[in-house]
């Protein structure tokens, strides 16, 4: 009886420290998700400016951009996960994976719905996760990127809001312009990238095993398949500050275990398992008992155990990530990804210089999917080859490449399409069109037709004027490969395609001749007729 | 009041009654205008030409030579007018029509009693060109939104398709439901250099109305082109050729500094869209027998190419 009410004042009780921290998560987390949301569907602007802020400290984008193309903002993105892991724990879990945030999200939504699940403990699973872990960063490291680009929770976040989240809000921003138009009311169309249907499953399947597995079970994804998490769990072994759960105190409730998402409580042997613990803390605020307490790792209760061996496996690790962090090269990391790349492989985007670049520092999250403004850019499946999964590609049957437009290089956050000037861009040729003259309705048919010509934006299609029927003809140095003329084709299959480049090259320069000089002056005396 | 003023009664009597039987049988006949703005077809010109003077000063002149506004919009109609907006380009281009004829055009059919006009076209999307886009760098949208007109941006789900009478290559087409519905349709069109056609004038501009565009790159342009006017001719065309994009058309290069521009500074306005393309031709300094879809259209009865058999009104400003 003494024992309840105990309970029940302890979670009323507000103010309290583990109350505080609990909202400082709920704020950060929020904040950090918000932002997500509008760095994925807030418009082109909105991208670019937080593209620059949210995803350097993302651990996935932070290394990989830290190794590849060294910033300083991704390099102090990146420490700085590595120090509040160090000192704090898993805490980027809880405060700044997106996708932590979004499965905290469902939870809480399917409590209000009169689910509550009761946590429980589970053995760690190490021996998967740090599989998976040591898979993906020996694939990484060798240029292979599908696991990573599979299991990385920012990639991953990003693929639910462009396949799923960006779609749905320009169907029904689509389906409001329509119910507006006979009030008078006209708005402009937006567009949305075509998402293949592998990808589109693959993606599905993936969120709708993470959100059952989140609620049912807490943070099983986590602590299993995801590499941020291991890692970040392998450090927080060694973090300073810690949660201990001193064995005096405890009463032995279980409440505490009831609420652990990462289910790493065992009140039994009054251990908490650090590598696991997101950091939500939950627990804290739950026992009555004040017997849990985050605190400098020195004075940690004797009841944690300490294992040489897994002290051996944690320095181990370091030091085969250390060693590979030395032998890390061009040539001695593209090995695997040169033997599994594509021989056919799509055009890239203009930014990313070559094919092999491209594909093994990509991690798909699809931001310059949802940033394109023509969406040109769609998520491919194995277009590259095993090497590049879900990579996105330049896809000119359903659009073409703006000419005046530099945004996905803007907002990448890999450094995979880099960030080119829009005159470097207008001068990137990405790829070659080819014209068929066998296909070609105005060599077949000997009609105007000069489809090609019209949009074509750098004067690579000219036409030769043969009995007043226009000719075209493709100057390839000035052609960029934008796809402009095979989005225009009207033949089936299109009279001209654009063939990819696998290193990009440089085009010339168009130079238009300078208008005459009269050409500003009425030319006619009079009418001419 | 003298006795001559007064009227009999029997004078009174008959001269009522016939009055009344006047405007009973003109009622019934459902022609009031018969009497009151009679369409004298000698007294309106076949083609008006405004030449040296601003866009919407030269639009204001051919109107009034033409007769007036009220020949072609009366009170309580809704207009459409279609200019070229199909690229992201600036006026000073010369890739899409002149804002302030624009909006010239508007004032002047609201000021005729339209109840709504309507400014839109389809834009070639190909060229950075959504319609956002070449809306706003074309000053167009700002234009006609300042003589309250209602732009409307193009999408896919607003076209009807219609079937074309005599139509040789062109059989059906899906035309824009505005262009259907209006009561009025005035074409607007920038006169300009074409890769694929020579020239783009009123004719070539009736592409932004249709959605298959692309079948009539397929099977000819010429005779789709020419083909479509067999279906619905524009009540009126207002050519705009003040500032006239010379070569590398249709798009023209997105830096106006390097478009080869004439100000040629005229404005052509005519209800035959084949002789105001003749006549654009010439102005450009080409012959309307070369152009394609003009020569076509003419054998086809769309209209007359031959300028000399025209009554032609023209006005150097």
């Known amino acids: 009886m003494k024992k309840k009410e105990i309970i029940s004042r302890s979670i009323r009780r507000s103010g309290h420290p583990a109350a505080r921290l609990i909202t400082l998560r709920q704020v950060i987390s929020g904040i950090v998700f918000i932002g997500f949301v509008l760095l994925f569907l807030g418009g082109e602007k909105l991208s670019v400016f937080l593209a620059a802020i949210l995803p350097p400290f993302q651990l996935m984008p932070a290394l990989i951009r830290s190794i590849t193309q060294p910033a300083a903002l991704f390099i102090a993105g990146l420490m700085f996960i590595i120090l509040i892991t160090l000192i704090f724990g898993r805490v980027y879990c809880s405060f700044l994976c997106p996708l932590g945030t979004l499965q905290d999200i469902v939870t809480v939504l399917a409590r209000r719905t009169g689910r509550k699940p009761a946590y429980a403990f589970s053995r760690p699973q190490n021996i998967l996760r740090y599989t998976v872990l040591a898979l993906t960063v020996a694939a990484l490291f060798t240029g292979i990127l599908w696991l990573a680009n599979l299991l990385d929770p920012y990639s991953f976040t990003g693929r639910i809001f462009s396949h799923f989240f960006q779609p749905l809000l320009v169907w029904s921003y689509n389906l409001g312009i329509i119910l507006l138009r006979p009030l008078n009311i006209f708005l402009y169309p937006k567009q949305t990238a075509s998402i293949p249907l592998p990808d589109m499953a693959i993606a599905a399947f993936f969120l709708l095993t993470i959100l059952y597995l989140s609620v049912k079970y807490g943070r099983l994804y986590c602590n299993t398949l995801c590499p941020a998490g291991a890692f970040l769990g392998l450090l927080s072994h060694v973090s300073i500050f810690r949660l201990a759960l001193s064995k005096e105190r405890c009463s032995k409730c279980n409440r505490c275990e009831s609420v652990c998402k990462a289910g790493c409580i065992n009140p039994q042997t009054a251990s908490i398992d650090m590598s696991r613990c997101v950091g939500c803390c939950n627990c804290l605020d739950a026992c009555s008992m004040s017997a849990i307490n985050y605190r400098l790792a020195w004075r940690r209760t004797k009841s944690t155990s300490w294992s040489p061996a897994r002290r051996g496996f944690i320095f181990g690790s370091f030091a085969v990530a250390g060693t590979l962090l030395a032998v890390f090269h061009r040539d001695i990391r593209n090995v695997a990804g040169i033997v599994l790349a594509s021989s056919d492989p799509p055009v890239t985007p203009p930014g990313s210089l070559n094919v092999e670049r491209f594909s093994q520092t990509c991690t798909a999250c699809c931001l310059c999917v949802t940033a394109c403004p023509t969406s040109v850019l769609t998520p491919s499946f194995l277009d590259y080859g095993p090497v590049g999964l879900l990579q996105p590609k330049m896809n000119y049957e359903k659009s073409y490449c703006d000419y005046e437009c530099n945004v996905c290089g803007k907002v990448c956050p890999t450094g995979a399409i880099s960030r080119i000037t829009l005159a470097d861009k207008k001068l990137t040729q990405i790829g070659e069109a080819k014209l068929r003259k066998d296909i070609c309705v105005v060599y077949v048919n000997h009609n105007n037709c000069g489809a090609c010509g019209e949009v074509c934006p750098t004067h690579a299609i000219r036409f030769t004027d043969r009995e007043n029927i226009l000719y075209p003809e493709i100057d390839k140095q000035y052609c960029i490969g934008c796809g402009a003329c095979q989005l225009a084709c009207p033949t089936t299959p299109r009279s001209i395609v654009v063939h990819p480049h696998p290193v990009h090259k440089k085009a010339d320069k168009y130079i238009a001749p300078k208008p005459t000089a009269d050409s500003k002056k009425p030319s006619d005396k009079d009418f001419p007729f | ?317």
């Open chain 2, 1 to 317: 009041m003298t006795t001559s003023d007064k009227f009999s009664r029997r004078e009174v009597l008959s001269k009522g009654l016939t009055l009344g039987l006047m405007a009973g049988g003109i009622l019934i006949l459902g022609k009031p205008d018969f009497l009151i703005a009679r369409d004298r077809p000698s007294a309106i010109p076949d083609l008006v030409a405004v030449r040296n003077g601003e866009p919407d000063v030269m639009f204001k002149k051919a109107v009034e030579l033409m007769g007036g506004m009220n020949l072609f919009v009366r009170k309580g109609q809704t207009v459409a007018v279609k200019p070229n907006i199909g690229f992201p380009r600036v006026p000073e281009v010369g890739a899409t029509t002149n804002p302030l004829l624009v909006k010239s055009i508007v004032e002047s059919c609201y000021a005729a009693g339209a109840k709504r006009v309507y400014v839109f076209d389809n834009v070639v999307t190909a060229t950075s060109g959504n319609t956002r886009n070449c809306y706003r760098l074309s000053g167009i949208e700002q234009a006609a939104k300042a003589a309250h007109g209602i732009v409307v941006p193009m999408d896919d789900f607003s076209y009807r398709k219609v079937t074309i009478p005599g139509g040789k290559t062109l059989k059906t087409v899906e035309v824009h439901k505005l262009i259907l519905d209006s009561d009025v349709f005035i074409n607007v069109p920038v006169l300009k250099h074409h890769s694929s056609t020579h020239l783009s004038i009123a004719m070539k501009n009736l592409m932004g109305i249709v959605k298959n565009r692309m079948e009539y790159h397929l099977t000819g342009l010429d005779q789709c082109i020419a083909d479509f006017c067999l279906y619905r001719k524009p009540d009126l065309n207002v050519v705009d050729a003040y500032r006239v994009l010379m070569s590398n058309g249709p798009a023209g290069p997105s830096n106006p500094q390097y478009a080869n521009v004439q100000m040629k500074k005229t404005l052509l306005m005519s209800k035959d869209i084949v002789a105001v393309d003749a006549a654009a031709a010439k102005i450009f300094g080409k012959e309307p027998e070369d152009i394609g879809y003009i020569q076509i259209a003419h054998r086809q009865k769309t209209g007359n190419m031959n300028l000399k058999e025209l009554k032609i009104v023209t006005f150097t400003m």
